[in-house]
Nanobody, 124 residues
């Protein structure tokens, strides 16, 4: 069982940066791949990025891969999402999710544990 808590969201101007954190609790967090999603009001949830349990492998959705970077520090049970050059269309609630196993390559519906989300608002 893993619990996740996101933080780091806020209000930022277009072109700015934010770093989201996802802190995990429970045993063997390093054995869980972690993904980042977002959901804007009235929109479907978007699968943005994922990182393997070891942190050595990542995957990104095409439209964020040049601006977003996922990383993790397992000693701190924390996964990060560095977001640069933010745009108003990045405004959404951002969620992290985890699932047991090292591989970050799994379908968007294959994530078992979810955080409560953190709001990111980008002003123009």
């Amino acid at each position: 069982q893993v619990s996740l808590v996101e933080s780091g969201g806020g209000l930022v101007q277009a072109g700015g940066s934010l770093r989201l954190s996802c802190v995990g609790s429970g045993r063997y967090f390093e054995n869980h791949a972690v993904a980042w999603f977002r959901q804007a009001p009235g929109m479907a949830r978007e699968y943005l990025a994922s990182i393997s349990g070891t942190g050595t492998d990542t995957w990104y959705k095409d439209y964020v891969k040049d601006r977003f970077t996922a990383s993790r520090v397992n000693a701190k049970k924390t996964v990060y999402l560095q977001m640069n050059n933010l745009k108003p269309e990045d405004t959404a609630v951002y969620y992290c999710a985890a699932s047991y196993g090292n591989s970050q390559l799994r379908p968007s519906d294959a994530w078992d544990y979810w955080g409560q989300g953190t709001q990111v608002t980008v002003s123009s």
